[in-house]
């Protein structure tokens, strides 16, 4: 499936110690050349766990009632878990649900910056 920077998409997504995987939703945050001529993409996932979203600075609440939220087709409140990042081979991706908007993407920029210590 062709991913743009920006897509909150359904994946399949790989447990850390590679034991199984679970269908979740995700953002791809790898860049839309990348995204066109590599068979992988760069991912974070959603979270409906929030509870440290408003102090981790690598975290980002999207409330589900949301302008942001709506367009990203959230039906939780999500965080978006900036220092889980993992690249995946886009079969895994099964479909797309929304985007994110370009003034939320700044601040998950903020916070991906935050997880690789960027200043």
């Known amino acids: 499936m062709n ?3 920006d897509d909150v998409v359904l994946v399949d997504y ?10 979740r939703p995700c953002l791809v945050v790898q ?3 990348n995204n066109r001529r590599l068979d992988d993409t760069i991912v974070v996932m959603f979270s409906s766990r929030t509870q ?8 980002l609440l ?3 009632n949301s302008a942001a939220g709506q367009q990203a087709g959230l039906l939780f409140d999500s965080a978006v878990l900036c ?12 479909r797309h649900i929304g ?3 370009d003034g939320t ?10 997880s690789l210590g960027i200043q």
């Open 31 to 33: 860049n839309d050349q």
């Open 14 to 23: 790989p447990y850390s110690d590679r034991t199984g995987s679970k269908v």
């Open 52 to 59: 440290y979203s408003s102090s981790e600075p690598t975290q």
């Open 83 to 94: 220092e889980n990042i993992v690249t995946v081979d886009r079969s895994f991706v099964r």
């Open 105 to 114: 993407m700044r601040d998950v920029d903020e916070c991906l910056k935050a």
């Open 99 to 101: 985007t994110l908007p």
């Open 62 to 64: 999207i409330t589900a």
């Open 3 to 5: 991913v743009s920077r």
